[in-house]
């Protein structure tokens, strides 16, 4: 193959990979500053075409520069379906119940003959239907010595709230209704899910991460996370144990200012059981230096049981700044009946392994 040839196939795996980013949900902010931005591509204007202005600087590289960053856009594409927007699970197993689940999932994936996650994904039929809504496992992937991550694929049926505006309502809908700017409309949606089971012989412990945790309801959230646990069980032959409770970690995130988080959402009961929710718009300020917020707290001591905790850090780097998001969620009917577990913890806005653990560690230190 003439050189001509090879930079004709490289150029061609740019596109694919490109549009596979794309078709995984990566936005333009995050293609931009966590993608291009840190493999030093020239910066693209916003009103500019980023695909376009991408590929013409690609076009001016050598060929084995172009292999180089070919091979980082399909590492940062993995990284990022492994680690971004998760509902997390973790339990405690040991080594030999590891290696079961293991040899057990890898005996499947084999015998589908070895079918990749890019070949799956997102080659979708226009009949979604043809997907199957059973999970099966489609990649194993070395994370790291130690590490291993399952990527487990389903089409996920769920019905979603769409906010529309006005003026994608055809005529005479909203005839009547004079005032209204913005619609709320309910719609079953069709996807594909990569769900992700990991391996962590290292720490000794199991950990599944539902994909998509924004956009999903409490009731089909747990309709997903039961059919994950369930998936698990079924290679382990046997039960996964108890998840890892993260209720007692809500005060302790909310005390603690030497993390440099910045505590957005903080649901708790009043000592005199009384719910409450205080959050900032955005996740743009620490509701903890608001005077309202030290005014009350002050008055009671500090003396509230927390529920769920949204915590936010920002950081900046080569690509440019972006932040990182942990989120609890639990209700204060846990608390009334005796401290219930919250069993899951969303993690969110990972795009890389580093990014993921940063969140996990600070909830389950290393």
């Known amino acids: 193959m003439t050189s001509n040839n090879q930079k004709d196939v490289e150029l061609q795996r740019f596109v694919e990979n490109y549009d596979l980013l794309v078709a995984h949900g990566v936005g333009p902010s995050l293609i931009r500053t966590r993608v ?121 049926d769920y019905y979603k709230t769409f906010h529309l505006d006005k003026s994608d309502i055809k005529d005479g809908v909203l005839q009547d209704v004079r005032d209204v700017q913005n619609v709320s409309a309910k719609g079953m949606v069709s996807e594909i899910a ?57 005060r302790p995130l909310y005390f603690l200012e030497s993390d440099n988080g910045l505590v957005s959402r903080l649901d708790f009961l009043t000592d005199e059981g009384i719910e409450r929710t205080e959050k900032s718009r955005g996740d743009r300020k620490d509701i903890r230096k608001a005077e309202y917020h030290k005014n009350g707290a002050n008055s009671i001591g500090y003396a509230f049981q927390g529920f769920g905790i949204r915590k936010v850090w920002s950081f900046e780097r080569q690509g440019g700044k972006y932040k990182l998001s942990l989120d609890i969620l639990g209700n204060a009917n846990l608390l009334r009946k005796g401290n219930q577990p919250i069993d899951h913890i969303f993690l969110l806005d990972c795009f890389s392994d580093s990014d993921y653990n940063f969140l996990l560690n600070q909830v389950i230190p290393s």
């Open 36 to 156: 291009f931005n840190e493999l030093d591509f020239p910066k693209v204007k916003i009103t500019d075409d980023h695909k376009s202005s991408s590929l013409a600087h690609a076009r001016l590289m050598r060929h084995d520069e172009l292999s180089s960053v070919n091979d980082s856009l399909s590492r940062k594409l993995m990284s990022y379906i492994l680690n971004h927007h998760k509902v997390v699970q973790v339990f405690e197993m040991n080594t030999s119940r590891l290696q079961k689940i293991e040899l057990s999932i890898a005996n499947e994936v084999s015998s589908q003959g070895g079918i990749g996650m890019v070949s799956y994904y997102p080659k979708i039929p226009t009949n979604v239907n043809l997907i199957p809504d059973v999970l099966h496992p489609v990649e194993v992937v070395d994370v790291k010595e130690g590490v291993k991550a399952i990527v487990v694929a389903s089409r996920r």
């Open 194 to 250: 990569l769900d992700v089971l990991v391996l962590d012989y290292n720490r000794e412990r199991l950990e599944l991460r539902l994909s998509k945790a924004k956009g999903i309801s409490g009731k089909y959230r747990d309709k997903f996370q039961a059919k994950l646990a369930a998936f698990a069980r079924r290679h382990l032959s046997g039960k996964l144990g108890y998840p890892y409770d993260f209720l007692p970690k809500v």
